[in-house]
């Protein structure tokens, strides 16, 4: 395994890995003005939510890593302290990755990148009318990580106000994950498209999972069956009882008497299908 001691190596080939293996992150097209009245759009990827009472956003403009100077949205967050946080989807990918050219400063990136311009209702700074949901901000704190290249500024968001396009929203007004087709960034000039790699986990939130120690040896050690698998299996609040183990084996003769190899094959075809009850039923069957 490679070991790294970040002070051994440059900034920028630190940047790469770190960007590389903390990834895919989530995009904020984040909209700002000058002390003028100038716009500016530019995306940045060290972003996320950090709350819900109050609604917390944060994304951080790091200082450049090649020669140390500040993004204008720093500059414009520092000044005005409002920030639109607009969300990237498919449909404008393209165009938002346009915008991240480093144009001078004055220069109207919504302008250069084809977006059209709304005004927002509580802050200054315009909103993507293209982007799916839209965060109106006031700033509430920049937080300094350091003061050489690559360094982070971490922009303290409160949402004021937010506006989401009708068209992305299930039958119930949730927000549908497949409607909105969220993008993300990974390393180098990767990007990843949320909705072609959805797959769910049920939360253990209201239920109490056996654990993984609780899963007897022979299958907790078993060549076959991957941590995923035992982590599925260790989700469960209880095991099949054995009256609905037998009546399974009854329905499925060929899984009786295997050996554990075999066993655990089947089991984990199951698993791959999210059944975890059948998955049990073979494992518990003699």
Known sequence: MLSIHPKEISTQKLHGYLLGAIAPRPIA?????????NPNLSPFSFFNVFGSNPPILIFSPARRVRDNTTKHTLENALATKEVVINVVNYDIVQQMSLSSTEYPEGVNEFEKAGFKMLPSDKIKPFRVAESPVQFECKVNDVIFTGDEGGAGNLIVCEVVKIHINEAILDENGSIDQHKIDLVARAGGSY?????????????????????????????????????????MLGNVEQLPSTETVNNFGKEH???????????????QEYLKKNDVESAWKVLLLN
Do not use: C, M, W
């Not at 097209?29 to 009245?37: E, L, M, Q, R, V």
């Open 253 to 267: 003769p060929e899984f009786i008497g295997l050996e554990p190899t075999k066993k655990h094959t089947f089991a």
């Open 29 to 37: 097209f984040a909209s700002t003005i000058d002390a003028d009245g």
């Open 191 to 231: 990007y990843s498209r949320a909705r072609d790699g959805f797959f769910e986990i049920p939360k253990p939130i209201s239920t109490l999972g056996i654990g993984v120690d609780q899963i007897p040896s022979e299958i907790r050690n078993s060549t076959i069956l991957t941590g995923n698998n035992l982590g």
